[in-house]
C-alpha cells in the first residue's frame, strides 16, 4: 500500500475512490433508495450522482455524510471500501449489524441500550 507523507508528518493510505462511490452505490440499491431521491434531496441532478457513484466526478464531503446517514452507516465505513483490506479494522458480522440497526435511533435512545448493555453484563 502507498502511503503519502504529508507535510505533517502524518502518512494517510491512499483512497480508491472509485470503490466508496460503487459502495455507497450498492448501500442505495439495497435499501431502495433511487438516484432521483438523492439528487432531490442534495439539490442537485441525476446524472451528477450517478457521476459520483461511478467515479466521474469528485466525490465531497458533503455527499459522503449525506450516503451515510441516508444509509445508516459511518463515513468510516464508506472511506474503509476504498482502503486496503490489510489496513481496516475488521468487524464481525454482529458489530456491522447492531451498528447499523442503531442508525435508526436517537442519541438519547442508544444511551438506554447502553445502560441496559451495562446492566446485562453486570448482571452474568
Not at 55 to 75: D, F, G, M, P, Q
Amino acid at each position: 500500500m502507498q502511503m503519502r507523507r504529508k507535510k505533517s508528518n502524518v502518512y494517510m493510505p491512499d483512497i480508491e475512490f472509485a470503490k466508496v462511490g460503487q459502495k455507497m452505490k450498492e448501500l442505495r440499491v439495497s435499501q431502495g433508495i433511487t438516484q432521483e431521491k438523492i439528487a432531490k434531496d442534495l439539490d442537485t441532478t441525476i446524472a451528477y450522482v450517478s457521476n459520483v457513484e461511478n467515479n466521474r466526478t469528485k466525490l465531497n464531503l458533503r455527499i459522503l455524510v449525506y450516503y451515510a446517514e441516508l444509509c445508516h452507516v459511518s463515513v468510516e465505513y464508506l472511506l474503509d471500501a476504498g482502503r486496503e483490506k490489510a489496513q481496516k479494522v475488521e468487524e464481525d458480522g454482529a458489530e456491522k449489524e447492531i451498528r447499523r440497526a442503531l442508525g435508526f435511533y436517537s442519541q438519547e435512545e442508544k444511551q438506554k441500550f447502553l445502560k441496559m448493555l451495562i446492566v446485562a453484563k453486570d448482571l452474568k
